[in-house]
């Protein structure tokens, strides 16, 4: 079925640093990819999404770059900020796999310090 | 841009009431609606999906008597728990297909259920 695996830990570091969370994902048809973010006790905003291959989301200084070849969906931001400290989420939706929902990763928790 | 408003934020009750979660899409009608449970510091585990005029579809493991799912009309939602007990404690989450031509999903701001 459809998965998504996302780099392990906590990811500390340093305002003004480069930030990147691997996201890999297998699906059996052509899915959209997401990067979600979740705030401390809130829900989801979406942060950025790619519908087809070589597609490039971004937003707020993110961005994810929809690698078919490699199944992959890194986000990346060139210089954090401490606003920018909250849990990461990568996910995916394959209409072809006979559903809407949507496949989540197991999130990773960004500390950014000043 | 679509907005999933989700109510209440915050719900204490004692072991055995039931608790009522609202979720209703404010200017898009949601055919789909996903109900999430996250436990802490752990990611989003699907529920059920619930299907607008007709029955939910759980998922495995699920307790559908516990956890009951209306969607009475487009534009609401409701995820009733039953009989709560202190382990239903968690942080449930709605979600609804806001643009099905994009594949958009929205998320309700979620609501924090402690059971004591």
């Known amino acids: 079925g459809d998965s998504v695996t996302q780099m392990e830990g906590p990811v500390t570091l340093s305002e003004e640093a480069f930030l990147t969370i691997n996201c890999t994902y297998t699906a059996t048809g052509y899915p959209s990819l997401f990067w979600y973010v979740q705030y401390p006790g809130e829900g989801l905003q979406l942060l950025l999404k790619?519908?087809?291959?070589?597609d490039k989301g971004s937003n707020k200084g993110f961005e994810a770059t929809y690698r078919k070849e490699t199944t992959s969906f890194h986000l990346e931001k060139g210089s954090v900020q401490v606003s920018d400290s909250a849990v990461y989420f990568c996910?995916?939706?394959?209409?072809?796999?006979?559903?809407?929902?949507?496949?989540f990763g197991k999130g990773n928790q960004v500390v950014v310090i000043p | 841009g679509a907005v999933v408003s989700q109510h209440p934020s915050r719900v204490i009750c004692k072991s055995g009431t039931s608790v009522k979660i609202e979720c209703r899409s404010l200017d898009f009608q949601a055919t789909t609606m996903f109900w999430y449970r996250q436990f802490p510091k752990q990611s989003l585990m699907l529920m059920a999906t619930s299907n607008e005029g007709s029955k939910a579809t759980y998922e495995q493991g699920v307790e559908k008597d516990k956890f009951l799912i209306n969607h009475a009309s487009l534009t609401l939602s409701t995820l009733t728990v039953t009989s709560a007990h202190p382990e239903d404690s968690s942080f449930y989450i709605c979600?609804?297909?806001?643009?099905?031509?994009?594949?958009?999903?929205?998320f309700g701001s979620g609501t924090r259920l402690t059971v004591v």
């Open positions: 979600s609804a297909r806001s643009d099905p031509s994009n594949y958009g999903y929205t």
């Open positions: 790619a519908t087809k291959a070589d």
């Open positions: 996910a995916l939706s394959d209409p072809l796999g006979g559903n809407n929902r949507l496949a």
